[in-house]
């Protein structure tokens, strides 16, 4: 099925869908997909069971308290209906070949990342119609961009993200080798506040401290909304797509019985959130990886999924609270180790405990002793309470400054021991201090190397020096980076246990002794020494 024999007449239709189709690679398992699911004497798809390909079963246990609103399982139940609805354009009571490579086009084709956006809102607003949901989304155009109107609720971003999260999750899931496990949702919080905060009146002063700011009647327009994910988690819509094509991936690689098993979708709504550090949980790191793409994305969507990871030590090289604060213990840990970097900075504001917030650095390279700014790339990350990205804007590159000791014995102006990220020599955006007590950050204006914006709510224009908490680094760099900081470290441990030997040959005879030698000097300094030969 979906392949047409020479006699037959293609049409150009059809020739432009398959095209379209093959350029992406998917073309052989969507013709598997299509004859695994068509009726063969009609030679199309029964609407029902295309739903049932999409179909996403959710748990949710009564004994656990979930921050997840009680109309999300409702809203999910009509997922895969919706997206047949509104994708995949039904002739007859059946989906064609034709009919059924567009519609997957559509979701999961090349396209510019704005149309990706307004298909996912398209999406969400027929499925909150469709759970008995006030209609708060319309389309403005019908073309394929899709353009959106209205507005949504923080409630309604909670429930956009949490059904990005799940179609995400089970896209990883079905291309994993081995069980993911289910980490349940995670806290999106910062991603909800993210959006409240780009999206509300500038003139509307919002309290994001205040963690019932959720709970608020606020009406946050659809294409701020889709500008602010543009601009902070450019592969928010990609979730929607890897889905759509996981799932007819999955129906082209297995057999009819298969599909039938309900509990390999099943998702639990109520589990708890797991994290592969102290600081890292998994919607932090999933956060991160919406920002990213290619083998970084990948690197940090595992740590979004603990259960997945071999052990945590693969990911986590150091940790304040567990090897200890300061520049020597911290160097110690990150030292050889030539791959990405995720640096985790956990601080709250002087005199004011309760305002506690997180603020990351990525940069694409190992740390060296310099006593000058270097690197190549980086971004700098507002994670709690509120997320944000800043990328580099391309006017400076001082990147990351990371200074151990002097590299000479002396130094008549020596250059601050310690941390820190964009900005100059002396007013950097941020700076850890050498005692990893304090650190410091200044106003974006200071910076060239990174886009503007507060890493943290109502920063200043002033430097604020605050109290450090925790800190925690982890390699991005896969295996191959932790094995060659292993043979790295060993090595060093070798040459400084070849330093501390001593030849007991040359010393054991006291009349060859450096002691012998320094009481003769003593005792009569202008007596003349010759060697014996």
């Not at 599909?259 to 991160?288: C, P, T, V, Y």
Request: net charge negative; hydrophobic share 40%.
């Amino acid at each position: 099925m979906g392949q047409s024999s020479s006699a037959e007449q293609v049409s150009p239709e059809q020739r432009e869908a398959e095209s379209i189709a093959a350029s992406t690679g998917a073309l052989p398992n969507l013709q598997k997909a299509f004859s695994l699911l068509s009726d063969h004497q009609m030679n199309s798809i029964p609407i029902h069971s295309l739903k049932k390909c999409f179909e996403f079963p959710i748990e949710r246990s009564t004994n656990e308290v979930s921050t997840v609103p009680k109309e999300f399982p409702v809203l999910m139940s009509h997922l895969s209906s919706s997206i047949v609805d509104l994708f995949f354009l039904s002739e007859k009571g059946g989906i064609s070949w034709v009919e059924f490579l567009k519609g997957y086009i559509r979701c999961s084709g090349r396209t510019v990342s704005s149309a990706s956006l307004n298909h996912l809102l398209r999406l969400f607003g027929m499925i909150s119609v469709k759970a008995g949901l006030p209609e708060k989304l319309q389309v403005v155009s019908n073309e394929d961009d899709g353009k959106m109107s209205g507005f949504l609720s923080p409630v309604d971003v909670q429930m956009l993200l949490s059904m990005c999260w799940i179609m995400w999750w089970d896209s990883k899931k079905l291309k994993a080798s081995s069980s993911l496990g289910d980490t349940g949702l995670p806290d999106l919080t910062h991603l909800v506040l993210s959006a409240i905060e780009s999206c509300v009146e500038a003139d509307k002063k919002l309290d994001l401290w205040d963690e019932s700011i959720l709970d608020l009647d606020i009406q946050l327009p659809a294409a701020k909304v889709i500008m602010w994910a543009l601009k902070t988690m450019p592969s928010l819509a990609d979730c929607f797509g890897q889905f759509v094509h996981a799932r007819l991936f999955y129906t082209a690689a297995h057999e009819q019985e298969k599909l039938d098993q309900a509990d390999l979708f099943l998702h639990d709504i109520s589990a708890k959130e797991m994290s592969i550090g102290h600081l890292l949980n998994s919607g932090r790191a999933w956060a991160i990886s919406l920002t990213l793409r290619g083998t970084l994305n990948e690197e940090i969507s595992k740590a979004c999924f603990p259960s997945a990871a071999d052990e945590v030590d693969d990911y986590l090289l150091y940790r304040s609270s567990l090897h200890g604060k300061g520049m020597n213990r911290f160097w110690s840990n990150v030292e050889g180790y030539n791959g990405p970097l995720l640096i985790l900075i956990s601080a709250h504001e002087p005199n004011n405990d309760a305002k506690r917030w997180i603020i990351g650095v990525l940069i694409h390279q190992g740390l060296e002793n310099h006593d000058s700014f270097y690197g190549t790339s980086g971004c700098l990350y507002s994670i709690s309470p509120v997320f944000h990205a800043f990328t580099p804007s391309g006017k400076e590159k001082n990147f990351v400054y990371s200074h151990l000791h002097a590299t000479v014995k002396y130094e008549a102006h020596p250059k601050p021991v310690g941390l820190a990220f964009g900005g100059s020599s002396g007013n950097e955006r941020i700076f850890v201090d050498e005692d990893f007590a304090k650190v410091t950050v200044r106003h974006h204006a200071c910076d060239k190397t990174y886009h503007h914006g507060p890493l943290y709510p109502n920063q200043g224009f002033l430097p604020v020096e605050a109290s450090i908490l925790d800190v925690e680094v982890l390699g991005l760099g896969g295996k191959r980076a932790r094995e060659i900081q292993t043979s790295y470290k060993k090595r060093e441990e070798l040459f400084t246990e070849q330093r501390r030997k001593v030849d007991l040959k040359t010393f054991g005879n006291w009349e060859d002794s450096p002691e012998k030698m320094m009481m003769d000097m003593v005792s009569d300094p202008n007596r003349v020494r010759r060697e014996d030969r």
